[in-house]
């Protein structure tokens, strides 16, 4: 391990940092701010940044042998899954066509196509 070493920033690869920004931000509802000259947003300590690539290709979602795989996604614990799930479309997401997580989970795409997951709080670990 390294001494103090610690998590700083999650960067977000995306076609639109403005616009995907504004997204989370409606979605979560954290601070918005610029850092290191880009779109970010924070709560208790977690920033999220957002980076506009040009060569951008979103993940596919389900997984398909050829395209561009996803590296990670976000999970977040809500009260009411439906709820959540319908105020993410108002933003501009879309549910993922795959779906396996039940009453537990529902997986969303954002409006740049990385997929993250509305999960009840009753599910917590």
Not at 50 to 56: A, G, L, R, S
Request: aromatic share 10%; hydrophobic share 40%.
């Amino acid at each position: 391990m390294i001494k103090g070493i610690c998590l700083g920033n999650i960067m977000v690869d995306c076609n639109d940092e403005q616009g995907l920004c504004e997204f989370y931000h409606k979605l979560l509802g954290w601070e918005k701010s610029i850092m290191f000259g880009r779109p970010a947003l924070s709560k208790d300590g977690i920033v999220f940044l957002f980076m506009e690539e040009e060569d951008y290709v979103p993940p596919a979602w389900p997984e398909e042998e050829g395209k561009q795989q996803k590296q990670m996604h976000f999970d977040f614990q809500v009260a009411n899954v439906a709820e959540a799930v319908e105020y993410a479309q108002s933003l501009g997401a879309k549910k993922a066509a795959l779906q396996s997580g039940g009453k537990e989970w529902v997986t969303m795409l954002d409006p740049a196509g990385h997929p993250f997951c509305l999960c009840s709080q009753d599910n917590k670990a």
